[in-house]
């Protein structure tokens, strides 16, 4: 860490972040309304230090749950009901049918709960209230409605229910995007509560389903800072989080809100030292319109953003209670070294990194922007398991997740100080580097395992090996690329604009689906999803095995002309 670096780490102060965490523990942030009176305290507390803001008021499509519960038996029975559920505050009733599934134990596939659809099991359940082990989310909702459910209960893993969201669009619908708004009920009860329902779907009984929602278009104030650098003003690291959550949400995400007000104050006293711009925004729209507010801005500017960001960073759940590891940290493969080095030295924790998942605000994939943090720092493993906890998707491990429970003892004040300046620390050496620290030899690599790993399970079904020879190009390329700003052969300028511009065609590739301006659904996406069939073939009978293919040649074609764009960009620009 270099001297300006521990100087401006060293002025971190918990005087502004822990206010606003104690403040925003006294008020939900899920209505519009409330959310931008917390908006309003972000710019006041940073005009109060003479921070510039510029208060964007976008319409956004928000779902807004209310209560909900349900009856049988003469009993009612406690329930959420997560947004964009339809309403059904008059009932919905049939017959419940308990489908077994399980409760995923990785983040990774948490929210896509899934069973197999048979023919039989759309016989059983057309017309009738499901009920399954899971979050009311996408892959627990969409699958039961595609084969005539009339409404779907997902029972969570412990004595809590956990608020969330069960359209799988990503931000406001488009016209493309309206056919798959959710149309049944969905709520989710505790698992006690799940275990008694489960006894009379089994005994062939009926219950009414009741849900009540708010839904439609609503003004969302949306605060930016944009603290410019010196010397390339107009590219600029892009650091952000949501400020709506569910009830107070102090862990998920007053903390994240906290962080990045800190880091606004203190860069902004510094901005002289800022060689590129940093760009820090706070979302509404987070809870309420799968990530809408994000969405919006990635819409809204997107040209610019293509034009000028050198990176995202998301901001979601520093600063919590026992997180003191930094493991199931996202980051995309090119940005590993440099994270890694950031957080060892703020820290000297050893960081374990993954593939970022379809979650978060991570609305600009689609754009192509390298990418790390989402999540922040966690609790061990171990220590989850003394608790008893199961996996959720945030405030650093804690159970209170999504819950009414997420007050003000979620938060950890000393892990707060260390997590802010993790994530300063990142935003800074990132602004300031003279060549961009992404390392785009690691993507290759992970490219040749992705390949390899396809290739193995495709076996002489499928061929791959033009994928793997486009690959082995790339990485070539790379080499002598990296080879060549070490010896000063390739100029920073050249260097940087290379760096970037591969972000914009290798990012897409490898994390999205749909073309560049507009977003994939909210649901897992698989590493190099244009040739990731090659690894279900198993799963097809010899007729739709053809269908496959056919998928898979198109596919490669998409992934290989990528590949290319990205080899004659760099031998282009750099020869």
């Known amino acids: 860490m270099n001297n300006l670096e521990k100087q401006i780490l060293d002025s971190v102060s918990l005087d502004e972040p822990w206010g606003l965490v104690e403040s925003f523990a006294t008020f939900k942030r899920e209505h519009p309304t409330d959310v931008n009176r917390g908006m309003d305290e972000i710019v006041s ?23 909900a519960r349900v009856e049988a038996e003469g009993k009612t029975f406690r329930a959420k009901p997560p947004a964009y559920s339809v309403d059904a505050s008059n009932g919905v009733t049939g017959e419940l049918v308990y489908v077994g599934a399980y409760h995923n134990a990785m983040i990774t ?9 048979t023919q039989e099991l759309a016989d059983r359940v057309r017309g009738k209230i499901v009920i399954s082990e899971g979050f009311a989310s996408p892959g627990l909702v969409s699958q039961f409605e595609e084969i005539g459910a009339i409404g779907v209960i997902g029972i969570n ?7 969330g969201i069960c359209t799988s669009i990503w931000g406001t619908p488009d016209l493309d995007d309206l056919p798959r708004k959710p149309k049944i009920a969905a709520a989710a009860v505790n698992k006690d509560d799940g275990a008694a329902l489960v006894a009379i779907a089994e005994k062939g009984g009926s219950v009414t389903l009741f849900t009540e929602m708010e839904e439609g278009w609503f003004t969302s104030k949306l605060p930016e800072v944009f603290i410019k650098g010196t010397e390339e003003p107009e590219k600029y690291v892009f650091l952000h989080g949501h400020l709506d959550s569910w009830d107070v949400g102090v862990g998920d995400n007053a903390t994240g809100d906290a962080s990045m007000l800190e880091i606004a104050r203190v860069l902004w006293e510094n901005r002289g030292s800022l060689k590129r711009s940093v760009r820090i925004c706070w979302w509404p729209g987070h809870s309420t319109g799968r990530y809408a507010g994000s969405t919006w801005f990635s819409d809204n500017f997107a040209l610019d953003l293509e034009q000028n960001a050198v990176s995202q960073v998301n901001c979601d759940s520093p600063g919590c209670r026992w997180a003191t590891e930094f493991i199931n940290l996202c980051r995309m493969s090119e940005t590993e070294d440099f994270l890694a080095e950031v957080i060892g030295e703020v820290t000297g924790k050893t960081m374990e990194g993954e593939r970022p998942h379809r979650a978060g605000d991570y609305s600009f994939n689609n754009i192509g922007i390298s990418s790390y943090l989402m999540l922040s720092s966690t609790m061990p493993d171990v220590q989850r398991e003394e608790k008893g906890y199961y996996t959720v998707g945030g405030c650093g491990g804690n159970i209170a997740w999504h819950t009414e429970n997420d007050t003000l003892e979620i938060a950890d004040r000393d892990i707060l100080l260390r997590d802010i300046k993790v994530y300063l620390l990142a935003v800074l050496r990132n602004a300031n580097a003279e060549i961009l620290p992404f390392d785009w030899r690691a993507t290759a690599k992970e490219f040749a395992q992705t390949v390899a790993e396809y290739q193995a399970k495709a076996g002489d079904r499928f061929d791959l090996s033009a994928s793997k020879e486009a690959v082995d190009a790339l990485a070539s390329t790379l080499d002598s690329f990296y080879a060549g700003i070490k010896s000063g052969k390739i100029d920073r300028a050249t260097a940087n604009t290379v760096i970037q511009d591969l972000a914009r065609i290798l990012v897409p590739i490898n994390f999205t689906r749909v073309n560049r301006f507009s977003h994939d659904p909210a649901l897992t996406i698989p590493p190099l999803p244009s040739i990731a069939a090659a690894a279900d073939l198993d799963g097809f009978d010899e007729n739709t095995l053809g269908f496959a293919k056919t998928q898979l040649v198109r596919g490669q074609n998409r992934l290989i002309s990528a590949l290319r764009q990205a080899q004659r960009h760099i031998e282009l620009l750099a020869s």
């Open 45 to 67: 507390r940073l005009h109060r230090h003479g921070v510039e803001v510029t208060v964007h008021e976008p319409s956004l499509y928000l779902s807004l749950p209310g209560q």
């Open 157 to 163: 893993p412990g004595v809590d229910i956990h608020w």
């Open 109 to 117: 596939d948490m929210f896509e709960q899934k069973v197999d659809t």
